[in-house]
């Protein structure tokens, strides 16, 4: 099976990068791209660029230059849920934007004509869910918006609008967006680098990829190599 791995930034595809066997790296487009295996799929990694237009543009790219069984959204994210911490993993059930409002007629987070909520593949969902690893793994709801949370108050407005959202990206709506157009299989799945909102938010952050990120990549590794040859 192919398999299609989106990052968002250097720092993540980084650490994707090095669970790859047998790699080699080609530019297609204005996208760079890296090619190689985990297990018996192939895996084309790449890095998209922050936010939602990034995101979707990554996305199509990818799909139009490599036509993948499926696609994985990866990297870091924002937890914004109590039950979580620094380094347990988010797998989506289900991605929302929380940045979107199409007037009356549409819930909030709904894009006109799309669903309200996209849901994650369930057979990836059940893959992450089924991982036997000491690294706690949630499933459930992730919230996109083109907007790094860091203010307790916008926190606090998601939080109400979406009260079962268990974390916050910048990217996983988008992607999610393009493969339901595409028919692609699609899963979020995000490792807890920061907590919005807390009073050491930032130092949270950098903390992560300075002594955290080599050894909670490892859970990437493990949710990889346990999606079997076909969906």
Request: charged letters at 20%; hydrophobic letters at 45%.
């Given at each position: 099976m192919k398999i299609g791995i989106i990052t968002a930034m250097s720092s993540e595809q980084k650490q994707v990068s090095q669970l790859l066997s047998d790699k080699k790296e080609y530019t297609e487009g204005i996208f760079q791209y890296t090619e190689g295996n985990i297990k018996?799929?192939?895996?084309?990694l790449m890095k998209c660029?922050?936010?939602?237009?990034?995101?979707?543009?990554?996305?199509?790219?990818?799909?139009r230059t490599f036509q993948p069984?499926?696609?994985i959204s990866t990297g870091v994210a924002g937890g914004i849920d109590n039950c979580l911490k620094v380094m347990d993993v988010v797998a989506s059930k289900h991605i929302v934007y929380h940045d979107v409002w199409c007037g009356d007629g549409n819930v909030y987070g709904q894009v006109q004509g799309l669903p309200a909520v996209f849901d994650g593949n369930a057979t990836?969902?059940?893959c992450a869910m089924s991982l036997d690893t000491p690294t706690a793994i949630h499933g459930g709801l992730i919230c996109s918006g083109d907007k790094f949370i860091t203010d307790r108050s916008e926190l606090n407005d998601?939080?109400?609008?979406?009260?079962?959202?268990?974390?916050?990206?910048?990217?996983?709506?988008a992607?999610?967006?393009?493969?339901?157009?595409?028919?692609?299989?699609?899963?979020?799945?995000?490792?807890i680098s920061d907590t919005p909102g807390a009073d050491n938010h930032?130092?949270?952050?950098?903390?992560?990829?300075?002594?955290?990120?080599?050894?909670?990549?490892?859970?990437?590794?493990?949710f990889l190599s346990s999606i079997p040859d076909n969906l």
């Open positions: 018996n799929n192939t895996v084309i660029g922050i936010g939602k237009v990034n995101a979707a543009a990554g996305a199509v790219e990818m799909i069984d499926c696609i990836l969902f059940g998601i939080k109400e609008n979406f009260p079962e959202g268990l974390a916050v990206d910048m990217e996983s709506g992607i999610a967006q393009v493969c339901y157009l595409y028919k692609i299989p699609f899963i979020s799945f995000r490792i930032w130092e949270q952050y950098t903390n992560f990829w300075e002594t955290m990120a080599d050894r909670s990549f490892g859970i990437t590794q493990a």
